[in-house]
């Protein structure tokens, strides 16, 4: 998924325009996180569903942020959010995942994925990308969204018998709060 691989530099200004691309060659855009999707890592509709929803929460997120002064890379963040769950289904998807990003190039990327199931908020008490990734995840149930209350509420009633899970899903709803808090 290359949207470089045919772009021809012939003329300054196709120069310029490759410049410019540049900058984002570790980012897929919404197109070729269709490809990844469809073609090469081929991702059930549903899960795909899911990632459409959660990249629109990311979205509404970081143009809040925006809006408030704050600068961010919603490119990535986007990008992040439709693959984040590229491999669910595998063991410790978010690591799978992130490593067939790695493997196309899109290092920035795998980055986010990599941990957005299990996050600690960034220490200086700021937002990263990850940070909203992680919340916008936690938003979204299937394609619904939700209070990330819910889904946690939820969770611990599924999982409520295990101490262990129970401990992880306490750690995750705290840090959800946190991010939110922030926010």
């Given at each position: 998924?290359?949207r470089?691989?045919?772009?021809?530099?012939?003329?300054?200004?196709?120069?310029?325009?490759?410049?410019?691309?540049?900058?984002?060659?570790?980012?897929?855009?919404?197109?070729?996180?269709?490809?990844?999707?469809?073609?090469?890592?081929?991702?059930?509709l549903?899960?795909?569903?899911?990632?459409?929803e959660?990249?629109?929460?990311?979205?509404?997120l970081?143009?809040?942020?925006?809006?408030?002064?704050e600068?961010?890379?919603?490119?990535?963040?986007?990008?992040?959010?439709?693959?984040?769950?590229?491999?669910?289904?595998?063991?410790?998807?978010?690591?799978?995942?992130?490593?067939?990003?790695?493997?196309?190039?899109?290092?920035?990327?795998?980055?986010?994925?990599?941990?957005?199931?299990?996050?600690?908020?960034?220490?200086?008490?700021?937002?990263?990308?990850?940070?909203?990734?992680?919340?916008?995840?936690?938003?979204?149930?299937?394609?619904?969204?939700?209070?990330?209350?819910?889904?946690?509420?939820?969770?611990?009633?599924?999982?409520?018998?295990?101490?262990?899970?129970?401990?992880?899903?306490?750690?995750?709803?705290?840090?959800?709060?946190?991010?939110?808090?922030?926010?």
């Open positions: 998924p290359d470089h691989v045919l772009f021809d530099v012939d003329r300054p200004a196709d120069y310029a325009e490759l410049r410019a691309r540049w900058r984002t060659r570790d980012v897929p855009t919404p197109a070729e996180c269709a490809v990844i999707m469809t073609t090469i890592h081929p991702t059930p549903a899960l795909r569903g899911h990632g459409d959660v990249a629109r929460v990311a979205d509404a970081a143009r809040a942020l925006e809006e408030a002064g600068a961010l890379d919603s490119g990535l963040l986007q990008a992040a959010a439709l693959l984040h769950d590229l491999a669910k289904g595998h063991p410790g998807h978010a690591r799978t995942g992130a490593a067939w990003l790695r493997d196309m190039g899109f290092d920035a990327v795998a980055a986010l994925v990599a941990d957005h199931g299990d996050r600690e908020p960034a220490p200086d008490g700021g937002l990263s990308p990850a940070d909203l990734l992680y919340l916008a995840d936690k938003c979204v149930i299937g394609q619904r969204r939700v209070d990330p209350e819910e889904r946690f509420d939820a969770a611990q009633a599924r999982f409520g018998g295990d101490p262990q899970a129970g401990r992880q899903i306490q750690r995750r709803r705290l840090a959800a709060r946190t991010i939110r808090r922030r926010l």
